[in-house]
């Protein structure tokens, strides 16, 4: 079974610039595919229309076999919380909230904090390192601290797919291999499908395929 | 740099209409309410002045008695001064025509003066000649329906008499405030007429050209002795302003805590401007804009938030205060029988005021973040979480300041109590104490919430992140719901007391008096008091008595009638007072008198009375709220003794148990049919009472609304920053799943959680607020003693109406955060 289908997927932003041209990908569940290129490519687009945050000009969007484009936005948004978790470049943790709120938050938007659910947070925190920050302001750790934090709170609701967009782009070469092996193994752990994008061949090489996105053309990597 | 301000400008405001508009209406409404409070102190001042002058001309003098009426003799004097030219002897009678009133001013009229003996002005009949001649305006001719020529009835006290309508003279051309009720007779007519004790109300003296008016005054000052006084124009403009400065100051008052809340208003918007545009003024400054050009580019747009909302909240303090010049002018009439205001009158001073209030608050509201813009490290304006983290560190450091505040204004309060104004200084502290503390408990309660969800719980917690907008508006809107309590409550708290004072001290069954508050017949009373099943008559007989330097009002009554329980609600025991009073010739003393004079039981007395000088003992003191002036209370035949023949204003009957008080009404109404009498029941007196004081207390009202409304755009204001400035939060929230719906409720919690906030705060300062206003101010300005009585439901309302206008004014900023797509999702500022 496929997890993520694009066909012929192409955006145009206001202005006529094409960001991505007939985009074609099947990704199947449980793997985990590396999109490398260089700034401007269309890496970014390309995780924004897979979790449905983007609607592409031309094409279809399939994730777990429903059509993006058959959905509104309530029907994209439910579908994203429920089987997509999200990884940025800049973490995107709020600094009004802890360590364990800020992976507290989906449980919190989905409505389904439990108990269960705080031991949930609990283990994810401890297995990347950080249980005894749980109280902590989000805002006191470290980069490579920040990105694991942001790694639990995607990991919390059991997503069937994790979308990583350069999870390693701003943080310095060592801790941003320790922080992919992370994401790998846990999506491994997890039974998730791993899509991410970067710009380092080193860790674009970690995936089980690679595709490169040039101009916003995808292409498989030699 | 002058066009680059004009782009920005145009730019910023294409781009946040709504924002703009909100933070200049901050300052409209803030310039509205002084203005409005400002334009009825003027006008009520005015209109007396203008009551005065209209028939009187321009007369450089004007002989006031300083008790009772001024004899005819005075007139002598007033014409024997070297340089008077001509003075003019003047008798005042309130009278009714219908439910009209008109205030009539006799005087002599075979002299020269303006109006109706002015050549061309038309008339019928000879004003000496002509029983009951009387000159009218054209506005109340025609309210009327008169014409010259034709005859009326008019009423004064019990007296009915037929007037000839004999000008018509517009007042108002030579004085537009004059008030249409005023009228003219001939002095002598008046008293033949009216039937009017002797004696004179006042003289009106024209000087010589060039006299010294000051040393002329002097002069005759002195011949007169203490039996009279002498003002100038001025002079009795200042008198009337006197006699309104507490009413006047309390008002003031009120509307600077409007104009506060508009200040914490704009101060935040411009802050939220300056966030949004650190970047912008930061490149600025890189690219090697000076200091003072940034500053600069600030303070044009800040001058220009202050000139519109000056442009705006100009046109609203004048419609409000002619929407609601009958309300005060009521409260005027009632309460310091003064002219009626008819018409608004927009002085000049006042226009300059309002500019000055509004650009004044628009740069009051902006010194803090001047003060950051000057900050010499370029780099800082480039980072935009410094306010934030400067507010986060001061949070602590406001509370201490706020606790020693609190103290501090404890300990300034018991001290300095005697000192009149130190009420007000309490209230700013207690405001400022509010405000200070705001910050940190905002802080602390956000960090306390445990949200499981994303519902109100989380929304409060979301208020620590954006620290300096939402504890602005929470404070505005503290300071905001602090006055609406606090004078709630205090007006609550003042009623409660005056309906147990009425229930102590109206205990007759049937009150008799006139519309004009003016004397009864002889023949009127005795009938009143033949009224069948009646077990006992009060009556009640006012004048004047002078206490060293003050005027106050002499009451002459039965003080203790046989089988009527005691009326009197003294301030200590009644251990034989009545009694001293009724038999000993000693006097009661209201509690303001006593607290401004500082008398007290058991202290002799020297009163100056019509017929003399008295010494008098304080049988003791008693609530009385009928007048901050001060009474003194004596008994009928201590009065006489005091004041002489005067006859009674109203009577009380006590009826026989069993006998029906409106078919009493009834019958006496009937009875004196002919009499124009008011026969209100005991229950009819009461509500009238209560209604006049509601009437006065209504403009509060107002002020209240216009203060709240302030606060509220304050949380609109604040809301629609944050739906800009949280952009990339929301996105990610949307990102991570969150629905519009959900991100609109979050919002929409938010208002609600602000809201709570200011109220809670708001609720502890009105609470103190409420202690000031009955303690200090109201003991301080007018002398009355207040019990503390919440009005429950009344708060209750008022809470309720603060958190649903705190979720109304959160709806479109929430509607523009729920429509944030995820994608904003790009940057790195969260």
Known sequence: MSALVFDKVSKRFEGGRLVLDAVTLEVPAGARYAIVGRSGSGKSTLLHIAAGIEVPTTGTVRLFSKALHELDDRGRTLLRRDNVGLVFQFFHLLSHLTVEENVALPAMIAGTMSAAMRERILRLLARVGLADRARDSAQKLSGGEMQRLAICRALLLSPKLILADEPTGNLDDATGRDVMQLLLGASRDEGATLVYVTHSQELAALADARFVLHSGVLETAA | ?830
């Open chain 2, 1 to 830: 740099m002058f066009r680059y301000f004009v782009r920005a400008l145009a730019a910023m405001v294409g781009k946040s209409p709504v924002l703009y508009g909100l933070t200049v209406l901050g300052v409209a409404l803030g310039v509205a309410s002084v203005v409005t409070i400002q334009l009825i102190n003027d006008n009520a001042i005015a209109a007396f002045a203008a009551s005065v002058r209209a028939v009187t001309g321009d007369d450089e003098l004007t002989i006031v008695p300083s008790l009772g009426p001024l004899h005819d003799s005075t007139m002598r004097v007033a014409l024997g001064d070297r340089e008077t030219v001509t003075a003019r002897p003047i008798v005042r009678v309130d009278a009714m025509v219908g439910q009209e009133r008109l205030s009539i001013v006799a005087t002599d009229l075979t002299q020269p003066m303006r109006g109706p003996l002015e050549p061309g002005a038309e008339r019928a009949g000879d004003p000496l000649a002509t029983p009951g001649w009387i000159a009218l305006s054209p506005q109340l001719a025609g309210t009327l329906g008169l014409s010259v020529g034709k005859t009326f009835t008019a009423v004064a006290g019990s007296r009915r008499v037929t007037l000839t309508v004999g000008a018509l003279v517009d007042f108002k051309k030579s004085l537009p405030l004059a008030p249409s009720a005023l009228a003219v007779m001939d002095i002598a007519q008046a008293q033949s007429v009216f039937a009017l004790p002797p004696g004179l109300d006042e003289i009106a003296i024209d000087l010589a050209d060039g006299a010294d008016v000051l040393a002329a005054a002097a002069r005759i000052g002195q011949t007169l002795g203490e039996r009279a006084r002498v003002l100038t124009p001025d002079e009795r403009a200042e008198e009337a302003a006197g006699l309104l400065a507490a009413f006047r100051l309390n008002l003031t008052a009120l509307s600077m805590i409007s104009l506060a809340v508009g200040v914490f208003l704009i101060h935040g918007a411009l802050q939220a401007t300056l966030l949004r545009r650190r970047t912008e003024l930061g490149v600025l400054r890189a690219v090697g804009a000076t200091r003072r050009q940034v500053v600069g580019l600030v303070v044009g747009e800040v001058v220009l938030i202050g000139l519109l909302g000056t442009a705006l909240g100009l046109p609203i303090g004048i419609a409000a205060a002619r929407a609601n010049i009958d309300v005060v002018s009521g409260t005027l009439t009632n309460l310091y029988l003064l002219q009626a205001v008819e018409e608004l009158r927009v002085p000049a001073w006042v226009v300059v005021l309002g500019v000055a209030v509004g650009l004044g608050s628009a740069l009051l509201g902006a010194t803090l973040s001047l003060l950051e813009l000057r900050r010499e490290d370029t780099r800082a304006l480039l980072v935009a979480a410094t306010l934030q983290e400067s507010l986060l560190a001061l949070a602590p450091r406001l509370l201490a300041a706020a606790l020693a505040l609190a103290a501090t204004t404890i300990v300034f309060g018991v001290v300095a109590r005697p000192w009149a104004p130190a009420g007000f200084v309490v209230a700013v502290a207690i405001l400022a104490t509010v405000v200070l503390a705001t910050p940190w408990l905002v802080l602390r309660v956000s960090r306390l919430a445990r949200p499981r969800g994303f519902g109100v719980a989380y929304s409060m917690r979301a208020l620590g992140q954006k620290l300096t907008s939402n504890a602005f508006a929470v404070a505005s809107l503290a300071i905001a719901v602090s006055m609406m309590f606090g004078i709630t409550a205090m007006v609550g708290s003042f009623r409660a007391t005056l309906e147990t004072w009425i229930g102590t001290t109206v205990r007759a069954d049937i009150y008799v008096s006139t519309e004009t508050r003016g004397r009864l017949d002889d023949d009127v009373v005795r009938a009143i008091a033949a009224t069948p099943g009646t077990r006992a008559v009060d009556v009640l007989r006012r004048g004047e008595a002078r206490l060293g330097a003050r005027t106050v009002r002499l009451s002459g009554v039965h003080v203790m009638l046989p089988g009527v329980p005691s009326r009197w609600p003294l301030m200590h025991a009644d251990d034989g007072v009545l009694e001293a009073v009724a038999g000993g010739g000693a006097v009661l003393v209201s509690e303001p008198l006593a607290r401004k004079a500082k008398l007290s039981r058991g202290q002799r007395i020297r009163l100056r009375t019509s017929t003399g000088e008295h010494e008098l003992a304080i049988a003791g003191v008693f609530y009385d709220y009928t007048t901050e002036q001060g009474t003194m209370v004596v008994d009928t035949t201590t009065f006489e003794r005091l004041a002489g023949e005067v006859a009674p204003t109203s009577v009380a009957l006590y009826l026989n148990d069993g006998v029906d008080t409106d078919a009493t009404v009834l019958h006496l109404q009937a009875r004196l049919g002919d009499a124009p009498v008011v026969v209100r029941s005991n229950q009819r007196l009461r509500a009238t009472i209560l209604d006049i004081f509601d009437q006065t207390f209504a403009i509060t009202v107002i002020l209240q609304a216009m203060s709240f409304l302030i606060a509220v755009a304050g949380i609109a204001l604040t809301l629609l920053i944050a739906a800009r400035e949280r952009a990339a939060e929301l996105a990610l929230y949307r990102a991570l799943g969150a629905t519009r719906r959900q991100v609109f409720r979050m919002f929409v919690g938010q208002g609600l959680s602000l809201g709570a906030f200011g109220l809670v705060l708001g609720a502890v300062g009105g609470s103190a607020l409420v202690m000031v206003l009955i303690l200090l101010i109201n003991r301080a300005y007018f002398g009355w003693t207040i019990r503390l009585a919440l009005p429950g439901w009344a708060l209750a309302e008022q809470a309720a109406t603060i958190l649903g206008a705190a979720v109304l004014a959160a709806l479109y900023p929430a509607m523009r955060a729920s429509r944030t797509p995820a994608q904003e999702l790009v940057r790195d500022d969260l």
